[in-house]
C-alpha cells in the first residue's frame, strides 16, 4: 500500500491548519444545516435555533441502525458475483515513499494510505460509491414518504429532487467503474475527508433539499417545472457526455465513438482531448454537474438561501477541486498541458472562467 503523497509533496487544503480547521468546521456545518433546516426562518447564515442535548445526539439504536446500514452495504459489497476492474497504476512503480516526519493532523485528513484494504475488501472504493450514495436515496426518499403522510400526496417540487437526485446517484452506480479514475481514488488517502464525506456528510447534506421541502413546502406550477426538468436534462446531457468521452478515450483511443477528435500528445505516451466537450472548457464535466446543482435547487423556491447550499458549496468544491486536478496535470503532462490550456483556455465556463 503506498502513501498518496511523496515527501515532497506540496500540501494542500491549507496544510495542517487548513486540515484542523476543516474537521471542526465540516461537523459543525453540517450539524447547522440539518437543524436550520427544520426550523421557521431556515435561514442559512442565522444562528441555529437550538442546541440540541447529547441525550439527542447518542443513541444506541441510531448507531446500531447506522452499522446495520454499512454491515448490509458491506455484505452486499462482497456478494462474488459482480465485475472486476482494474485501477490505475500506481505513481511510484518502484518504491514506496514513506516520509518520516509526516504532519499527524494533516494525514488525517487526507488519509496516510492510498487504497486501504483488507483482503479484496477495499474500504475507500466501497464508501466512495455505496453507503453514502444510497443512504442519500433513502434520506431522500423518507422525506417524500413523511410528506405524503402529512400533506396527502408529495408535492410537485419533492418528486423533482427526488427523481433528479435518483438519476445522479443511478447514474455513478451504473457506471461505477468510472470512479477508478478520480482524484479520489487515484490521488487521495482514505483519511478523513473521505470518509466523512462519503458516510455523513453526502447523505445528510446532499439530501438538505428534499429535507428543507418536507418542512417548508413550496407551490410549483408545470410550466416552472418543466423549465427546470430542462435545466436539469442539458446539466446530465454534458456531465455524461463529457465523462463517457474521456472515460471512452482513456479506455481505447480509437473507439469509433473518439477516433476522429482532435488531440495533442504527451510525454508520457498519452494523449488529451481538444476537441468534443474537452476542447469547450478544460473541465465541461464539472460544468454540466453545476447546472445539474442549480436545477436541485430550483424547485425549493428563491425564498431561502439554505436549500442552495449544494450549489455554493459544490461550485467551492469545483473550483478547489479544477486547482488541485490542473497541479497534478502540469506535473504529469508539462508542455503539453500548457499547450493544452492555451488552446482550451477557459477552465468550467465558457467565456467567463
Ligand atoms: N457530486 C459531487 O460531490 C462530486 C462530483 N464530482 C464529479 O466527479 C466527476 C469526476 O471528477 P474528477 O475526478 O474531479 O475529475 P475528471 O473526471 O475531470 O478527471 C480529471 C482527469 O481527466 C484527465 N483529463 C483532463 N483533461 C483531459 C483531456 N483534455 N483529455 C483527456 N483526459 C483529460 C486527466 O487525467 P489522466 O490524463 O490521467 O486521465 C485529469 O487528471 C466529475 O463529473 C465531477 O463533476 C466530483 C467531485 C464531487
Ligand atoms: C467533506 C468535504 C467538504 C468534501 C468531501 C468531498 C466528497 C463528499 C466528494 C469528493 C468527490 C466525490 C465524488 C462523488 C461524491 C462526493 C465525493 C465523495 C461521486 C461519487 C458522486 C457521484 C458521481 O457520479 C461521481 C462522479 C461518481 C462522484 C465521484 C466524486
Not at 468546521?25 to 427544520?38: D, K, N, S
Not at 442559512?44 to 441510531?62: A, D, F, N
Not at 478520480?182 to 429535507?211: E, N, R
Request: proline share 8%; charged share 15%.
Amino acid at each position: 500500500m503506498a502513501s498518496p503523497q511523496g515527501s515532497r509533496a506540496p500540501l494542500e487544503f491549507g496544510g495542517p491548519l487548513g486540515a484542523a480547521a476543516l474537521m471542526l468546521l465540516l461537523p459543525a456545518t453540517m450539524f447547522h444545516l440539518l437543524l436550520v433546516a427544520r426550523s421557521g426562518p431556515a435561514r442559512l447564515l442565522g444562528p441555529p435555533p437550538y442546541l440540541p442535548g447529547l441525550q439527542v445526539l447518542w443513541s444506541p439504536r441510531m448507531l446500531l441502525l447506522w452499522l446495520t446500514w454499512l454491515g448490509l452495504q458491506a455484505a452486499l459489497y462482497l456478494l462474488p458475483a459482480r465485475k472486476v476492474a482494474e485501477g490505475q497504476e500506481l505513481k511510484d512503480k518502484s518504491r514506496l515513499l514513506y516520509p518520516i516526519n509526516g504532519n499527524p493532523i494533516y494525514d488525517f485528513f487526507l488519509g496516510r494510505e492510498l487504497n486501504p484494504r483488507v483482503w479484496s475488501f477495499d474500504f475507500k472504493y466501497f464508501c466512495e460509491l455505496r453507503p453514502g450514495l444510497i443512504g442519500w436515496v433513502l434520506i431522500n426518499l423518507a422525506m417524500l414518504m413523511q410528506e405524503a403522510e402529512l400533506r396527502g400526496s408529495p408535492s410537485l417540487a419533492m418528486w423533482l429532487v427526488n427523481g433528479f437526485q435518483l438519476l445522479y446517484v443511478g447514474d455513478a452506480l451504473w457506471h461505477e467503474e468510472a470512479v477508478l479514475t478520480t482524484m479520489d481514488i487515484t490521488h487521495d488517502g482514505f483519511g478523513f475527508m473521505l470518509a466523512f464525506g462519503d458516510l455523513a456528510w453526502v447523505p445528510f447534506t446532499y439530501s438538505l433539499q428534499a429535507q428543507f421541502l418536507l418542512h417548508h413546502p413550496q407551490p410549483l406550477g408545470l410550466p416552472v417545472a418543466s423549465v427546470i426538468c430542462l435545466i436539469n436534462a442539458v446539466g446530465y446531457y454534458i456531465f455524461r457526455g463529457a465523462n463517457s468521452q474521456k472515460n471512452t478515450f482513456r479506455k481505447n483511443p480509437s473507439d469509433p465513438r473518439v477516433a476522429d477528435l482532435e488531440t495533442i500528445p504527451t510525454a508520457t505516451g498519452r494523449q488529451l482531448l481538444v476537441s468534443g466537450w474537452w476542447g469547450m472548457v478544460r473541465h465541461p464535466n464539472y460544468l454540466g454537474d453545476l447546472i445539474m446543482a442549480l436545477a436541485w435547487s430550483l424547485p425549493c423556491g428563491v425564498s431561502h438561501l439554505l436549500p442552495y447550499f449544494y450549489l455554493l458549496y459544490f461550485t467551492a468544491l469545483l473550483v478547489h477541486r479544477e486547482a488541485r486536478d490542473e497541479q497534478q496535470c502540469l506535473q504529469k503532462y508539462g508542455l503539453a498541458w500548457h499547450e493544452y490550456c492555451r488552446r482550451v483556455p477557459y477552465r468550467i465556463l465558457p467565456y467567463i472562467y
